[in-house]
Structures are given as C-alpha cells and as structure tokens.
C-alpha cells in the first residue's frame, strides 16, 4: 500500500490507497481521492499517528511537510517506530521545475511550498483542460493561478482568518480573542467578536474573489477550487461559483505517483 502524508502548520492529513493507485480504475481522475483508509491530528498530537498507522501494510511512502525540520525530523522517528526493519522506500516531496502534469512558474521553482505545487497538481489533474484558481484557507491562505496547459503562473499568500483574527486580537488593546471557529453573520456587525470575524472573511472572500475577477480579464473562463480547514468557513461568504475539493495535497501527491508508475516499464 501506499501512503501519502500531508504536514502541515496545524494539523496532520494521511491517506492509504493502492501502491498504483490507478491500477483498478478506468479513468485516472476516477481514481483520485480515493482512499482505503485516511485520518488526520492536530500537529500537538502527531505521536498518535504511530497508533493510526501500526498494522498497516505500507510498501511506498510520500510525504510533503511545511512545518519544518523538527516536523521533518518527528515523522522519520515515527515511520521508525511503524516500520522498524522493514525496507520501505520514503519520500518527501519537493517543488521542482516540472511534475505531475504542472509546470513550476516561480522565479526560483524549490522557494515553493511544497503544499502548493502539490495542490496545484491535484487541482489540474481533477479539472484537466481548465484555467484555475486553487485556493487553500489554512494557518495562511493561498490563491495560485494555473493555466488549462498547467503552468503554475504564481498566486499570494495572507494569514488564514484564525491568525488574522489572533493578530489582530493579540496586537490591538481591548480586542477580544475571537473563538477559533467564529462565523460571520453579518457584515456589518453589532458586537466586537462579529465584527472581527466579519472582517477577516471579508477580507479572505474580497483577495479569492479579486484573483478570480483578474484571471478572468486574463483569459475568459475561470474555475475556483477551495480547500484546506478554514475552507468550510470562507466558502459560504463569496459571491462566485467555487467547488470545495477536500485533501487537495494528498490528491496532489497521489496524482504524482500514479503519473510516475504509468511512465514504468511493466
């Protein structure tokens, strides 16, 4: 089997599916996001993943990390302790010039985050032939074009609305800390807590919504893809069509390896 591990800022995503995961479907899109079993933990709680994944019959792992070294350095320890002896090869994904169907647009290819090239890929391989705005509202928010070609032209990263609102909050005297799943009601609000929420999904909603008017202007027709934990939260506040797509790095990296196997000689 294989696994596919995304770290990020906050929280741990896996997923489990076939070592080929488009060996038993008719359609490589039919195959994505398919899983034969998936979880997630708060980073605090990584050492559970230890738990989730003894017993699991794992012959290939790929992993993309953004929460640093010691995050780096925490999972080996942990694949250690699944694994033991066992030989199992175990990779991490990085951001190269081209892979998976998408070609990397930045100036310098490695200074992308790994998590976006491997949302940009799955982003494409699910809406082949479409012109993009991938979106993923996590600890930061990110909104990246990708051409119908896939060429990843670039994108701009803000705070996601939880940090926005602790900033906020933690630089501005008398501000309450907002609960960390605070929706917005209203725009205009009546009390302090709304007010603050209103603001920082208005401010996610107006930078996804100004992207999409852009490549719009650019190039006609434009498809909004949104994903990450705050996704639920922003999503019901934009005034444009955008598909909410779960797990859109493990969609990426499982994109990658089916590519990769397809190109092996049988």
């Not at 926005?164 to 009546?190: C, K, R, W, Y």
Request: contains cysteine; hydrophobic residues 50%; glycine residues 10%.
């Amino acid at each position: 089997m294989l696994l596919l591990v995304d770290a990020g800022n906050t929280r741990i995503k896996w997923a489990l599916t076939e070592k080929d995961p488009g060996a038993h479907a008719p359609g490589r899109a039919n195959a994505l996001g398919r899983w034969i079993a998936s979880g997630a933990v708060a980073r605090a709680d990584s050492g559970l993943l230890a738990d989730a994944w003894h017993g699991l019959k794992i012959a290939r792992i790929l992993l993309s990390n953004v929460a640093g070294e010691p995050m780096h350095k925490e999972l080996e320890q942990i694949l250690l302790r699944v694994l033991g002896l066992q030989l199992v090869p175990v990779e991490w994904f990085k951001s190269v010039a081209a892979l998976g169907g998408v070609r990397n647009g930045y100036r310098d290819p490695a200074q992308l985050g790994c998590d976006r090239f491997a949302s940009a890929i799955g982003a494409h391989a699910l809406f082949p032939g479409r012109s993009l705005i991938v979106v993923t509202c996590g600890t930061a928010t990110t909104i990246d074009a990708v051409t119908a070609d896939g060429l990843f032209m670039g994108g701009m990263i803000l705070p996601g609305p939880e940090l926005m609102a602790a900033s906020l909050a933690g630089n501005t005297a008398q501000l309450p800390q907002v609960a960390q799943h605070a929706e917005a009601a209203a725009i205009f609000a009546d009390n302090t807590d709304d007010a603050i929420a209103s603001g920082c999904i208005a401010a996610q909603a107006g930078a996804i919504e100004r992207a999409v008017a852009a490549r719009i202007r650019q190039h006609g027709a434009v498809q909004c893809i949104i994903s990450g934990g705050a996704a639920t939260m922003v999503a019901p506040h934009l005034s444009i069509p955008c598909d909410k797509v779960d797990n859109l790095v493990l969609i990426g990296l499982q994109t990658v390896v089916m590519q990769q196997n397809q190109k092996e000689p049988c």
